[in-house]
């Protein structure tokens, strides 16, 4: 819904740097786009810097837009591309003329990394949301490490160390000695950019944790991201005699796909009428792939491949109970969204608990097969009893109603007035 125009303060024009725009779908850049979107229906400007790449672009050609897209290399192995240093003097000189009053970086990459040198240099307040939980995402992207390590190195350089120092990187390397020297350089390189940031806002409390203990002086702010309820639609295909459990999101390493499978092995042993029904690009990771295709070979899982956003509320209606998976998630928009569809959820994240009220509407298990096995027959058990069906899909819609689209851009709008009336952090 778009909101009115402002009533009162100046317009306000916001740079948005970001590395993830494309050109997969992805939670990261929804929720830019949105953002995007709530500040040119609210009479704001909007600069956007992000990586050159294929992908949906809603807002291209709306008034009050500029797009600057930097040149960039394909990340190894993954859907991603990511900015390799050419032309970022060149990008500032352009924001220079274009003086935003807020620059807000999303993330920790190159182009993150650029958004927090044009403030300092520019002397522009900047916002910074930090979308990804670093610390297990270096886990499993170690591919990524050595392309963005060379841009902390000539970040340093061109800030002449003011965001990087050799005593950061020994702090750094001294707290994450086991994890390795690139993403020792990394945390350097994150601890500064939290620091430098007049404000930080973070998806969930779990994030802000993450981001505290990394940098204890930031200023740290809980804003998680709306959602509304996606619209409903036919059953996408002919469901099973017994329940349904759905995962749906991006499938990757990360996300616990295998765990899910293991699990619902255990739990299609007790239940052979049941179903996983898993909605996603399956098949770009080849492990992945062959642990899906073996369950679907089996008749335990169904597999309909990647789909549309508005096409997932066929998916959530049809469904029983949402299953996730995943340890490296900052909110997980999908949780939202199968909450307002009112389905239970079991969850091996005992940190993200926006959504999730264990016992009412949904568990927590370990992050086990056993045990993930163990908390999705609780749930499915329990919907046996009607009352207990009831109210868990009152609380989960109770819980995820708290955060709409509308709320989070009167927030966002009203932070980034903030912002740009402050004087930006300096740091030593």
């Not at 591309?81 to 970022?88: D, E, L, Q, T, Y």
């Not at 995402?137 to 965001?163: C, I, K, M, Q």
Request: aromatic share 6%.
């Amino acid at each position: 819904m778009p909101l009115p125009e402002q009533p009162a303060g100046r317009p306000l024009k916001v740079a948005q740097f970001t590395d993830n725009y494309g050109p997969g779908s992805n939670g990261l850049m929804y929720a830019v786009q949105q953002l995007e979107g709530n500040l040119l229906d609210a009479g704001h400007e909007v600069i956007v810097v992000a990586p050159a790449t294929k992908g949906p672009n809603p807002h291209h050609g709306r008034p009050g837009r500029t797009e600057m897209r930097l040149p960039s290399v394909r990340v190894p192995k993954m859907p991603t591309r990511v900015a390799n240093g050419r032309h970022f003097d060149r990008t500032m000189d352009r924001i220079a003329e274009l003086r935003p009053d807020v620059i807000h970086v999303h993330g920790f990459g190159p182009i993150g990394a650029l958004g927090t040198w044009v403030s300092r240099r520019l002397d522009i307040p900047m916002l910074l949301t930090w979308h990804t939980d670093f610390d297990a995402y270096a886990d499993h992207y170690s591919t990524v490490l050595p392309l963005l390590t060379g841009v902390v190195r000539a970040f340093a350089r061109l800030t002449n160390g003011e965001v990087l120092n050799a005593d950061d990187l020994r702090l750094a390397e001294v707290r994450y000695e086991d994890r390795g020297r690139s993403t020792a350089l990394l945390l350097g390189l994150c601890q500064k950019m939290l620091e430098s940031a007049v404000l930080v806002t973070t998806p969930s409390p779990k994030t802000a944790t993450r981001c505290s203990q990394m940098a204890p002086t930031a200023n740290v702010r809980v804003v998680p991201n709306g959602v509304d309820p996606l619209p409903p639609g036919p059953p996408p295909f002919a469901g099973p005699d017994g329940p349904l459990v759905l995962y749906a999101g991006r499938i990757a390493p990360e996300k616990g796909i295998p765990l899910l499978a293991d699990a619902f092995t255990l739990v299609h042993a007790r239940r052979p009428d049941a179903r996983l029904c898993v909605v996603g690009d399956w098949e770009r990771y080849p492990s992945i792939r062959r642990v899906l295709a073996q369950g679907r070979d089996a008749g335990r899982i169904i597999l309909p491949g990647e789909q549309k956003r508005d096409a997932l509320g066929a998916y959530y209606g049809m469904a029983d109970v949402f299953a996730f998976p995943s340890l490296t998630d900052t909110q997980a928009l999908v949780l939202h969204e199968a909450a307002l569809a009112g389905l239970p959820i079991v969850s091996v994240d005992h940190e993200l608990r926006l959504v999730i009220d264990p016992g009412v509407n949904g568990e927590i298990a370990r992050p086990t097969p056993a045990s993930l096995a163990a908390a999705l027959m609780r749930v499915l058990d329990r919907l046996e009893d009607d009352g207990w069906r009831s109210r868990a899909k009152a609380r989960s819609i109770e819980l995820a109603s708290q955060w709409t689209i509308e709320s989070q851009a009167r927030e966002m709008l009203a932070t980034y007035a903030e912002v740009a009336d402050r004087s930006p952090v300096s740091v030593g």
